[in-house]
């Protein structure tokens, strides 16, 4: 049986009305004034958990489903490598990724939504923080991230794959690797953009390959672990397992 669909009502009243243009000055402050805990109380939160990898993927399939149990490989081979898995929190891949890091002892953590169809944080969280923008919610996913996996999802995946694609292409954040796991359901996607975007030139031929895609979660991981030594400077901090900083 599939889970509750996320997405199926209407949002919390304050921000249908932040979104539907003008209002007073007063509740425009307001606002921005609410916005502006979200980012403190994430950065706060989030400030020592990294160096994440961000998981993302539907909230609909349920344990037992192939892309669950693909997803729980994801995030154990994920923590064995010493990274903290971060997802959106809920159930389906979210849960699948977060209860992998947890198998193997590793550090599981979710930025959630708060949604009208009540949505609570999954039960493999080693912490968690309710968002209520999901643009607020999607600056902490990538802001602690080193990677990106993407699992099959909907709208919402699709949203964190091209936002993140687009920072990447954009020089706003480094090319941190972009993985895309289950190379069936992906194949349409790829086959859009490198048969309609390239030939319009929409995009350079060289951003489709900003994608790697694969049916592998152990290359997926190898593909990560590699470009944070590589690229980005981490090196393992013994006897545990976990990843710093280096000079």
């Not at 607020?136 to 991230?145: A, D, E, G, Q, W």
């Amino acid at each position: 049986m599939l889970l509750p669909q996320w997405g199926k009502s209407a949002g919390p009243p304050e921000e249908i009305h932040f979104l539907q243009g003008p209002e007073r000055r007063g509740v425009e402050l307001r606002h921005l004034l609410g916005i502006l805990s979200e980012f403190i109380h994430g950065f706060r939160t989030l400030h020592f958990v990294g160096p994440c990898v961000t998981v993302f993927g539907s909230a609909r399939f349920p344990d037992g489903h192939p892309y669950y149990t693909l997803a729980r490989e994801v995030g154990a081979r994920l923590a064995a490598a010493g990274f903290t898995v971060m997802t959106g929190g809920g159930p389906g891949i979210m849960e699948a990724a977060n209860r992998g890091a947890k198998d193997v002892g590793g550090r599981s953590v979710g930025c959630n939504i708060e949604l009208p169809t009540e949505q609570f944080p999954n039960p493999y969280l080693d912490r968690w923080i309710t968002f209520r923008h999901f643009f607020v919610r999607k600056v902490m996913l990538i802001k602690y991230s080193y990677a990106f996996v993407a699992l099959p999802g909907g709208f919402g995946t699709l949203d964190e794959i091209f936002e993140t694609a687009t920072l990447i292409q954009t020089g706003k954040i480094r090319e941190f690797p972009l993985v895309l796991i289950g190379r069936e359901f992906w194949r349409p996607l790829m086959e859009f953009l490198e048969e309609r975007l390239v030939p319009e030139g929409t995009v350079d031929p060289a951003d489709p390959k900003r994608l790697i895609v694969t049916d592998s979660p152990a290359e997926a991981v190898a593909v990560i672990a590699d470009a944070a030594v590589r690229r980005f400077g981490l090196s393992y901090r013994r006897p545990r397992r976990r990843w710093f900083l280096g000079e």
